[in-house]
Structure formats: C-alpha cells, structure tokens
C-alpha cells in the first residue's frame, strides 16, 4: 500500500493579515515589507489582491513532517519581517473589525482586471483563506478524486472555520468568508465531470465565450490545477495556529489516498447531488464543529463530530503509511477544543472587547513558530 501512497505530495498556500498591533487594524504596508525582504521571498512570499494581505507558498513536500518544517519558516519569516516594521500578522479568515472600504487594491493588471469584472462584490473580498495541493500525476486521476472529494469538503471546512466576524460585528457564522466568497461566480462545490476531457471542454467553453481568459479564474472549493499536477483543496479559512492547518491538510491527503486505495479496488465513493452537499456547507459554515449535517448516505441528520469520528476511522489505514498519525490525531483537540472561530467568540463573550481577539489571533498564529 505504501507504494500507492508516496507520491501525494503535499502544498500549502496561506494568506495572512498584515496589522498594526497599536491600532488592531489591518495596514496596507506588504510592498515595503516585500521590497525589503525581496532576497529572501524570491516566489514563496507575494502580495495578494489588497495589500494588507500577503501570500505565502511552501515548497513541495513530500509528507507532513517536511511541510511542518516549511511552513514554520515560512510563517516565522514574515512574522519577523513585519515586526522588523513594528507591525505584526494574524491567521484567520476575515478581521474581527476593519472594513474592506479602507483597503488599497496591489498595483498589478491582474488585480485591477479583477476589480473591474466584479465591481461592488469583488471590493468586499476582504477575506483570507488556505489552499492546500495534493500532487496526483494522473489528469484523469484527478477529476475521479476531486467528484469524490466533494462530498468531504463541508466536513474540512468546519475544522477551519475562523471568520466568526464582519466589520466589527459577530455574524452568526463560524466561516463568515465562506459567505462572502460566494458571491463570486464559478465558486462553491464544483459539479461532477465524467473525464479529464469533459472538463477540459468546460474550461474551453468558458474561455471561447469570453467568460473567463485562463482557467485559475475558476474558483471553486476543489479544482484541479491549471499548471501543476495537483489538486488543489481551497474551501478552508486561513488557519489561525500551525498544528490545525498541518492536521487539515493530513486529513485531505489521508481521504485522497483512502479513495485511491478504494478505486484500485474498483470501488469509489458514491457522487451525491451537489444541492445536497451545499445544504452540508451551509450547516458547516453556519455552526462549524458544532454543526449536525445531513449524513447523505443515511439520508438524516448527526452530529459533525460523530460524523468527524467516523472519518477519522475511514482513513485510519493510510495513516501510518502516510507518517501522519500525530497530526491526523490533532483533529480531537480541535473538535474538543474548537476551531479558532469559536475561540474568538468566547474571547468576545468573556471581555466585550473586539480588539482583544486581535491581540489574541496574534499570540495564536504565533504560538507554534519554532
């Protein structure tokens, strides 16, 4: 089994908050910080659409040890070049209270196209989030395991929720960028496609009827990429601390493997109706790991946690083939102690103060730097 499991590479791409820690407020600082670092960054740290957030992307990574060790340098080296600029960054997925009107759009064409074909909805798109890339050489593979894989993506989102708020106010939702997000078009769960053709003739569709001009604008939940040979898993909130967003990403490569383990079996899991699904995201992204969601299979509602468990058993065979048994077993503490939007809630609860959860997203994206 270990021979089918070693070349799941793994990837993260992680968007951090760029902030004042006088003030609490985003600041919109990331090409100075990029210009003096820029030796250093070379292409792993980069800006994003507004520059008070900034990008960075591991290495590719073997397993989950290696990606450790690449994502606690990079985390510590922009951390240290923000504060080198007494400034300082969080990991969530939106900010407990800055308002997207007071943002600055990076100078790039890239950026300003973007703002212009979305207009009032893309100025809003104040959020942050984490893609993680599992390598899978085969095209055809690919599209088999991301029809698969959508079934799973509200269960990851839960363990990542971490935007609980919106200019200053509690929302009602653990994963509030999950709403915002969606207000773009070509995203959510994707539909199901039958081969690596038939989604290549969407993809023309689309370009031939001047929709999009390159596939990256596609911005669904799951995608296969558009360059490299991965699947690319973009659902999740920007993980405040290190262990959870290493833990997320060993379950996904854990499912990717299980289900390619079932399909040399000629067996798969089954494709559900994508409405069905949606229904899941909505409870995911409303209640996080509080939430009941529709176990599909069963056709009634259970617990996320039950269902959690459940999972973690389905994949437990790879675990260990995979060297992902610690981070696999973190996914408890999380369920036990909850994600960091319900961290940020009891902060809020207990001291009525919104700035306080900032300084203390800034103590916990810190907290595993080594």
Not at 40 to 45: C, G, L, P
Not at 193 to 201: G, I, L, R
Not at 309 to 315: A, I, T
Not at 361 to 369: G, P, S, V, W
Request: hydrophobic residues 35%.
């Amino acid at each position: 089994m270990l021979k089918q499991l070693n070349n799941l590479t793994l990837g993260v791409e992680e968007e951090y908050q760029l902030i004042d820690p006088k003030t609490r407020e985003l600041t919109s600082y990331i090409t100075e910080i990029l210009e003096d670092g820029s030796v250093i960054f070379r292409d792993e740290v980069k800006p994003e659409l507004l520059q008070s957030q900034i990008e960075i992307g591991s290495k590719v990574c073997r397993d989950l040890d290696e990606l450790k060790i690449d994502l606690n340098r990079l985390r510590k080296l922009v951390k240290g070049y923000a504060n080198k600029n007494e400034l300082d960054i969080i990991a969530a997925g939106t900010h407990p209270f800055s308002h997207w009107k007071d943002q600055i759009v990076t100078d790039k064409e890239r950026y300003h196209g973007f703002m212009d074909s979305t207009q009032y909805v893309g100025k809003r798109m104040l959020i942050f989030g984490m893609h993680v890339h599992v390598g899978i050489k085969s095209s055809e593979l690919r599209i088999d395991i991301m029809n698969q894989m959508r079934y799973f993506m509200p269960h990851i989102l839960a363990l990542s929720t971490s935007s609980p708020f919106w200019q200053g106010n509690p929302t009602g939702f653990k994963s509030f960028r999950s709403i915002i997000f969606e207000d773009l078009p070509r995203t959510g769960i994707p539909e199901t496609f039958s081969s690596y053709k038939d989604y290549q003739s969407y993809v023309k569709t689309l370009i031939k009827s001047n929709t999009i001009d390159e596939p990256t604008k596609i911005w669904w939940d799951i995608r296969p990429h558009s360059i490299y040979p991965t699947l690319e898993f973009r659902i999740c909130d920007c993980c405040t601390r290190m262990i959870d967003a290493l833990s997320i990403a060993a379950l996904i490569q854990a499912l990717v493997a299980k289900l390619i383990i079932l399909r040399n079996t000629n067996q798969s899991w089954r494709n559900y109706r994508g409405s069905l699904i949606h229904e899941n995201k909505w409870r995911a992204t409303k209640d996080g790991i509080n939430a009941k969601l529709v176990d599909l299979g069963k056709s009634k509602e259970v617990a996320y946690k039950k269902l959690m468990l459940e999972m973690l058993d389905f994949v437990d065979e790879v675990v260990d083939d995979l060297g992902s048994r610690k981070y696999i077993n973190h996914i408890n503490n999380i369920l036990t102690s909850g994600s960091s939007a319900d961290k940020q809630l009891q902060i809020f609860k207990d001291t009525k103060n919104i700035k306080n959860v900032v300084d203390h997203l800034i103590l916990e994206t810190a907290k595993d730097i080594v």
